[in-house]
């Protein structure tokens, strides 16, 4: 097991652009979760799923955009029609059944730059 | 949504002088993580706490939750350069966890 793998690491995108990110999860790991953090903050959460089911997403989270786990394996999120105030470092997170208290595995995170 | 402060917001000191940071809150933590977080990466679970008063050490760090589970320090001893980083901490509830704003230290050699 390599732990969560995020793809692409870095993406610049001009305004406007669509982006889809991908999160492949541990995979015993029945929970994913998606963050957002901004330069000097602490990451902020946008939404997560348990298997398949998407279970809760932040009202920060706006209708651009959008977030799947198909098969309940990987997941992806995607921003459309991006805006400048998209920047930031999109980070998963996994969680085994065990619960929260044990504590996220996140991934190297995907850094977007929206010029 | 539990509001997590952590002070100070940065810190910058030598190599091999000791720190303490905080985390805190005005209601009671389930439990409570530090996670350490280098550039460009994402963060790192260091510890979780759970018991009021608990005391875990991981080699130069020393975490404690506060007997009324509304507070959390860390404290580093002798720290190195690759201490440098930003701390968090985050308490879960609700299936997910909520982070505070960090601290970022700079450890200089």
């Known amino acids: 097991d390599t732990g969560v793998s995020q793809n692409p690491r870095h993406k610049i995108t001009k305004r406007g652009q669509n982006v889809t990110f991908r999160c492949d999860p541990i995979?015993?790991?029945?929970?994913l979760y998606w963050y957002r953090q901004t330069l000097g903050q602490g990451p902020e959460f946008l939404t997560y799923f348990q298997n398949e089911a998407q279970l809760e997403k932040s009202r920060l989270l706006s209708d651009r955009f959008s977030a799947e786990r198909p098969k309940g394996s990987f997941s992806t999120l995607e921003i459309q029609r991006t805006e400048q105030g998209d920047s930031a470092m999109y980070l998963c997170?996994?969680?085994?059944?065990?619960?929260?208290?044990?504590?996220?595995?996140f991934g190297s995170g995907t850094r977007l730059t929206v010029v | 949504t539990q509001l997590l402060e952590q002070s100070p917001q940065f810190l910058s000191i030598q190599e091999g002088e000791n720190l303490t940071v905080y985390c805190n809150s005005s209601?009671?933590?389930?439990?409570l993580q530090w996670y350490r977080q280098e550039p460009g990466e994402g963060p790192v679970l260091l510890v979780t706490v759970v018991t009021g008063g608990e005391v875990k050490k991981l080699k130069r760090l020393t975490f404690q939750f506060g007997d009324a589970r509304k507070d959390s320090s860390l404290h580093i001893t002798a720290a190195q350069t690759g201490d440098t980083g930003l701390y968090l901490c985050g308490t879960g509830a609700n299936s997910k966890l909520t982070f505070g704003k960090g601290i970022t230290l700079s450890v200089r050699p």
């Open positions: 209601s009671v933590f389930s439990s």
């Open positions: 997170a996994s969680l085994s059944w065990a619960g929260v208290e044990y504590g996220y595995t």
């Open positions: 995979s015993e790991h029945n929970r």
